[in-house]
């Protein structure tokens, strides 16, 4: 090998790194969804590589209420929420009030949608304590308990139907054990549109 091609193609490697770092200074990074996993977060329309239209919930602009109100970051600190190693692109920590108020988070639907799915579980920092367990409500009835959900325990894949149905909510409490470490944590919500007119969207290769 010549030793005279080295800088060449270190000066190469250098400018090439150089417009990498610009370009994701300009659009920023997101890597491509998983083929089995819900889509990485994008602000309207994103696809999963089955094709179907997905919508990301903006858990800042709908009702939520927690203890702690923390949308897409750990209960202490600015990371990406986790459920079982696995870091959430979206996220909301619903915490039970220590008075024995729920945490909620409520979503109109409009009858736009047919689908919501999402992961609920104790986030991983929480302490071995915590204990939640969430309600589904459609249209004011219950529609689905988890049932009680502990620190570690494998997260709930929420999967529901919405098809003719104006609101849905996601309410947790606590165990009836105190409100100490109770992190419940959704994860990665998603709806899928009955119509999608995506205005912007992204195509994962």
Do not use: W
């Not at 108020?101 to 689908?115: F, N």
């Not at 959900?149 to 105190?178: H, N, Y």
């Amino acid at each position: 090998m010549a030793s005279g091609s080295e800088p060449a193609r270190g000066c190469a490697g250098l400018r090439a790194a150089a417009l990498l770092a610009l370009l994701v200074a300009a659009f920023g990074c997101h890597s491509a969804p998983e083929p089995t996993g819900p889509a990485t977060s994008y602000p309207a329309i994103a696809f999963r590589r089955s094709g179907d239209p997905v919508e990301v919930v903006q858990l800042a602009a709908v009702a939520y209420t927690s203890h702690a109100k923390r949308v897409n970051a750990r209960y202490a600190g600015d990371e990406p929420a986790r459920l079982s190693g696995r870091a959430m692109d979206t996220s909301a920590i619903m915490h039970p009030f220590p008075d024995g108020r729920p945490a909620r988070v409520d979503i109109g639907l409009a009858r736009r949608y047919r689908l919501f799915t999402a992961l609920f579980g104790i986030e991983d920092c929480a302490q071995s304590l915590g204990t939640v367990q969430a309600t589904i409500y459609l249209d004011g009835e219950p529609a689905l308990t988890t049932g009680v959900l502990r620190p570690m325990d494998r997260p709930v894949a929420l999967r529901i139907d919405l098809r003719g149905r104006s609101r849905i909510e996601i309410v947790v409490a606590d165990a009836g054990d105190g409100t100490n470490s109770d992190h419940g944590l959704l994860g990665n919500p998603l709806l899928y549109p009955v119509h999608a007119e995506p205005v912007s969207f992204i195509t994962p290769p």
